[in-house]
């Protein structure tokens, strides 16, 4: 990997760059048994630059069930990321914007998804303080369930011991690991989240659609939804997540920022369009009926407005 520091003490904050960061989880010793791998690693989502991924095992990463200790947990491991120096990296480097450091810290899957984590960190631990409040309208207006699937920390994992036993437990081999990365000894990293029940991926639109409203707000933007990223209605997945400050603020237009925020709620329509059919659309609706709100002059919905254009 180009120029970053890779911190093996799994000690730190990461990513070492300006923004939100995670913290690692804490061992505390305890062994870490892999019991079974959760995705299914089909190529289904966008690439961070655009365009989708192509073979089998595209994903960015494999995530297993896992004891800590007495507990359970999903843990989610990511594969090795190398920059890719086109399109809009290619872009923002020409233009001076940013370097290939930041880009990296930003737009690793792994990093994104620490940034994205530390951000809704900081807004529960907000939230835990309002709640503490004197005041009872700070206390009413607190906010009392996770915004997100929880997520406890990243951890590191010695790659040589790790992919022997995730290639011999469970056929995983694909690490998208090159030269450069046996050079630098970068191990696996991986995230440690709350494991949830994937019978009920979507749950409560209304709370689902808020926490979207939520996450924008607070400058996470996911940029990833679809029922495959829900489990118990909550979103597990940010790992192309843009999270301010992020490289992609500097590089866009006001105009392109507002339709990749819009996409959010097109995305939550579809979803919900796909699984429950027109009946739901009409009654939980993120985007705003086109051909309605012509009619109702002066009126506007911030945040979730179609473009008339
Ligand atoms: N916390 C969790 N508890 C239970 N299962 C989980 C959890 N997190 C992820 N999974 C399972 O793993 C799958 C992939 O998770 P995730 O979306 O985070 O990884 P990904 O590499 O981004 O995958 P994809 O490319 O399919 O979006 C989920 O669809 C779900 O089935
Ligand atoms: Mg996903």
Aim: glycine letters at 6%; a neutral charge; one cysteine or more.
């Amino acid at each position: 990997m180009p120029s970053v520091s890779h911190l093996y003490s799994g000690r730190r904050l990461l990513p070492p760059c300006d923004g939100p960061k995670l913290g690692p989880f804490k061992l505390n010793n305890q062994p870490i048994t892999f019991e079974k791998l959760l995705s299914d690693n089909y190529p289904t989502k966008p690439s961070s630059f655009g365009g989708t991924s192509s073979s089998l095992g595209a994903g960015c990463s494999y995530v297993f069930q896992a004891n800590i200790g007495d507990s359970k947990y999903a843990i989610k491991i990511f594969k090795f990321y190398h920059l890719d120096k086109s399109g809009d990296v290619e872009k923002a480097l020409k233009k001076d914007l940013t370097n290939e450091s930041t880009i990296i810290y930003n737009s690793d899957p792994f990093y994104a998804e620490c940034r994205a984590y530390g951000k809704i960190r900081q807004y529960q631990e907000h939230q835990g303080r309002e709640l503490r409040s004197r005041k009872w309208k700070r206390r009413r207006n607190a906010r009392t369930t996770p915004l997100a699937v929880p997520c406890y920390g990243y951890l590191f994992l010695q790659f040589d011991d790790y992919s022997d036993l995730f290639r011999d437990d469970f056929g995983v081999s694909a690490w998208d690991r090159t030269e450069e990365d046996d050079i630098a000894q970068i191990p696996l990293r991986g995230l440690v989240k709350q494991l949830m029940n994937d019978e009920e991926p979507l749950r409560n639109p209304r709370q689902m659609l808020r926490d979207l409203d939520t996450l924008l707000e607070i400058d996470v933007w996911q940029r990833d939804v679809f029922v495959r990223n829900y489990l118990e209605g909550l979103l597990i997945d940010f790992d192309i997540a843009w999270t301010k400050p992020h490289w992609m603020f500097l590089l866009l237009s006001q105009e392109q920022l507002n339709e990749e925020r819009q996409e959010h709620y097109v995305d939550y329509d579809n979803m919900f369009l796909e699984v429950y059919g027109r009946d739901h659309i009409a009654k939980v609706r993120a985007t705003v009926n086109v051909g309605y709100r012509a009619k109702l002059r002066g009126w506007s919905w911030p945040g979730r407005l179609l473009s008339l254009a």
